[in-house]
C-alpha cells in the first residue's frame, strides 16, 4: 500500500507514478469502511424483520462496486486539504446512496442481475417462493428490495454524519448532499417520463442523463469532498466545471456500453437498455440521423412484443449504419477537454489534478 511507502505528509495522496495502487487501496479501506457500519447496522436492525436472508444479501450487496462516486468525493477533499481518515468515513457514505440507487433502479428497470448475480429483487422473491409464503412472490420480492434500498439512503446519512468531521465542515456539505439526492430522484423521473417511441430530443435525454447519473456520479460528490475541506468559491467552480464534464462523458459511455457492451462491463444484462426501449442518447442520436428506410425498422423494433438475438443484432447493425456511435464518442471527447481545461489553473496540487485527469479516463474509457 502507499501507506507503508510514502512519507507521513503523503500517506495515502494520489501519486501520479502509483495512482492504481492508490485507488486500489483506496478502495479497499472504503470497502471495509462501508462492510464494519453495515455489520453493526445489519445485525441490530435485520436480525428480526422476518426475513433471514436480508442481512447477509444487503452486506453481500454493498462489498462489491468500483467505488467511484466516493473516490471522487475523497478527491475532492484531497483538492483543499490533507489526507484524512474522517473525510474517508463520509466519503464511504455515498457507496450506501449508491446502493440505494441501485436496488431501486433495478427494481424500476425489472433487471433480472446486478454484478453478475441475481438482481436483489430476484433473490428476494425466490426466498419468499421457497417457503411458500402468501401472495405474489414476485411483488414481495420488488417491495422488499425497496426497503432494503430505503434503509441503504438513511444509513448513508448516518455513515455521512458519524463520520468524525467537525459540524463546520458537514454544515458545508449537506446543500450540495441535498442537490445530489433531489437531482438523482427527478432525473429517474424524467427517465420514466422519457419513451422512445415519441422520439425526444437529444437535448432532453442529455438533460435527464446529467441529473440521474453525470451529476450524482461525479460532480456532486466532487463539490461535497471540496466544499468539507474548505474549498474557496473559484476552485469550488473549476471543480463543478470538471465534475459536469465528466459525468456527462460518464453516462454517455454508459449508454453506448447499454448497446454494445458485455456483462462484464456494465453488470448488468446484455442489450439491456434495447430490449427495455430506452430513450438513451445513442438510441436518439440514430433515430435522428437514420434515413427513412433505417427509421422504419426503427419503429419496427420499438414496436416489438419480443426481440430475439437475431432482432437486437440487426438493431446495433442499424444503430452502428446512422453513425450515431461516432456522433456519441465526439460528445464523449469534447467533454473530456472540457475536463481538462476546467483543472488547468485551478490550484489544485499536481498529485490531485493528475488522479482527476486519471479518474476522468477509467469514467470514460470504462477501466475495472
Known sequence: MLSESASPSNAHLPLVDHFDSWRTDLRER?????????????????????VDTAGEMLLEFVSGGKCLRSTFMYLGWLCAAPPD???????????????????????????PSRRGRPAAHVQLADWHAARGLAGSSRRFGESAAVLLGDLCLIWAERLLRESGLGADQLDRAWPRYDAMRTELAAGQFMDLALDIRKSPTLESVLRMARMKSGNYTVRRPLEIGAAMAGCDTAMLTRIGQYG???GEAFQLRDDILGTFGSPAETGKPTSGDLLERKATSVMVAAQQMAGPSIRDQFDELINSEHLDDADLERWRRLILATGAVQRIEGLIAQRVQSAQEALDGSGIAETTRAALLEMASICTCRVA
Open 30 to 50: 472504503i470497502r471495509t469502511r462501508v462492510t464494519e457500519f453495515m455489520a453493526d447496522r445489519c445485525a441490530d436492525t435485520l436480525e428480526e424483520c422476518g
Open 85 to 111: 481518515n474522517s473525510a474517508l468515513s463520509a466519503s464511504a457514505s455515498l457507496e450506501l446512496v449508491h446502493a440505494f440507487a441501485l436496488l431501486q433502479d433495478d427494481v424500476m428497470d425489472d433487471s
Open 244 to 246: 459536469l464534464a465528466v
